[in-house]
């Protein structure tokens, strides 16, 4: 009776991790065929490389730093717009294009879905700031219209300026004191 419910119990592990790699590749292939560029073969198995470059950038670089050295090269001249890794066996994709995080975070914004993870972790710095709601929230086209007119180009450039003088400001100043 013992190994009629191990085998059982077994048999249900194997399917399960079974479907969620099929899932999992679909989603990729989902993803290839918007044109998206995975960065290995075998994205399921990325977060073990990732892994690997976590432990050796000591904290000190980015690890995908360490992968893009890898995969493309020191040059890295042949990145293309979109690349895709599977972290944790959860596909995820990076944009490299500024037009299309452009079109996408300006143009496209009232179609664009923040994910779950983003609003969990800003609400303790923002409490029920515009970061910490979620896209579909009644209020958030309210609060981006009264935010959105600070970040016209001619005052983030004039703010750019002076938050650039107050940066090497403090550099100096920490520089000295060390």
């Not at 989603?27 to 995975?38: E, M």
């Not at 995969?71 to 294009?97: A, Q, R």
């Not at 009232?110 to 609400?123: A, D, E, G, N, V």
């Amino acid at each position: 009776m013992f190994w009629l419910v191990f085998k059982c119990i077994l048999a249900a592990l194997v399917a399960y991790f079974v479907y969620k790699v099929v899932t999992i590749q679909l989603q990729i292939w989902r993803l290839q065929k918007q044109g998206i560029h995975f960065l290995s073969k075998y994205p399921i198995f990325d977060t073990f490389k990732i892994l690997k470059y976590v432990k050796q950038s000591k904290g000190e670089d980015h690890y995908m730093k360490f992968f893009y050295d890898d995969t493309f090269g020191k040059e890295k001249k042949t990145i293309p717009p979109m690349t895709g890794v599977c972290l944790f066996n959860v596909p995820t994709v990076y944009i490299h294009d500024p037009v299309l995080l452009e079109d996408i975070y300006v143009k496209q914004n009232k179609y664009y879905t923040k994910h779950q993870s983003m609003t969990l972790k800003t609400k303790p710095l923002t409490e029920n700031g515009l970061l910490a709601i979620p896209t579909e929230h009644e209020e958030y086209p309210l609060r981006r219209k009264s935010v959105s007119s600070a970040f016209f180009k001619s005052k983030v450039d004039s703010m750019s300026k002076v938050i650039k003088e107050v940066t090497l400001e403090h550099i100096a100043r920490l520089t000295n004191a060390l």
